[in-house]
T-cell receptor, first 116, second 115 residues
Framework: AQSVTQLGSHVSVSEGALVLLRCNYSSSVPPYLFWYVQYPNQGLQLLLKYTTGATLVKGINGFEAEFKKSETSFHLTKPSAHMSDAAEYFCAVSPLGNTGFQKLVFGTGTRLLVSP | GAGVSQSPSNKVTEKGKDVELRCDPISGHTALYWYRQRLGQGLEFLIYFQGNSAPDKSGLPSDRFSAERTGESVSTLTIQRTQQEDSAVYLC?????????????FGPGTRLTVT
């Protein structure tokens, strides 16, 4: 079984500060890993994903995440927060394979608050 | 390029009534998923459709929940005899295969409130 843990339901940063959102996963097989962002009253939007290859993954809006197998982590970072980054962020995992069915298991989400 | 659309955006219903939620996937996307997002929680997988294959219903919480999909188009999620614990945002996603994985594109959701 797979699971995702996101530490901190809320993270507050100042504009221009480093953003760090934590995600740890458990998986019995090598996983695919995803970060999604949800703006108010909108659906989820894919920020970035890790499948295979390079462990540092760059996504949209200046976000990146690093897959660390030894730590079973996939933390999301951005060097400098912008007010528009305020949203809810979800980490998700699915099994690596060729089934074609990406049944995503989501974390509970982290709400990012950005203050001026 | 339209994204995934869902209707209605909000639905308030009385306990015991049936509701139907609709999802229009992105054209050409073969896979369609339904998720439930309860307040303060992550997304729970409900059901998955892939082409003409039998759907994976393993996430449906009870037999009051059912879903249909016509070919690779519209899907309807039906909740019968709604209960207050059914109150949640119901999200639909569709996907296609990109570089060995399926990227899921989500709709804005339907907020269901059962009174």
């Amino acid at each position: 079984a797979q699971s995702v843990t996101q530490l901190g339901s809320h993270v507050s940063v100042s504009e221009g500060a480093l953003v760090l959102l934590r995600c740890n996963y458990s998986s019995s097989v090598p996983p695919y890993l995803f970060w999604y962002v949800q703006y108010p009253n909108q659906g989820l939007q894919l920020l970035l994903k890790y499948t295979t290859g390079a462990t540092l993954v760059k996504g949209i809006n200046g976000f990146e995440a690093e897959f660390k197998k030894s730590e079973t982590s996939f933390h999301l970072t951005k060097p400098s927060a912008h007010m528009s980054d305020a949203a809810e962020y979800f980490c998700a995992v699915s099994p690596l394979g060729n089934t074609g069915f990406q049944k995503l298991v989501f974390g509970t989400g982290t709400r990012l608050l950005v203050s001026p | 390029g339209a994204g995934v659309s869902q209707s209605p955006s909000n639905k308030v219903t009385e306990k015991g009534k049936d509701v139907e939620l609709r999802c229009d996937p992105i054209s050409g996307h073969t896979a369609l998923y339904w998720y439930r997002q309860r307040l303060g929680q992550g997304l729970e997988f409900l059901i998955y459709f892939q082409g003409n294959s039998a759907p994976d219903k393993s996430g449906l919480p009870s037999d009051r929940f059912s879903a249909e999909r016509t070919g690779e188009s519209v899907s309807t999620l039906t909740i019968q005899r709604t209960q207050q614990e059914d109150s949640a945002v119901y999200l639909c996603a569709s996907s296609f295969r990109v570089a060995g994985t399926y990227e899921q594109y989500f709709g804005p959701g339907t907020r269901l409130t059962v009174t």
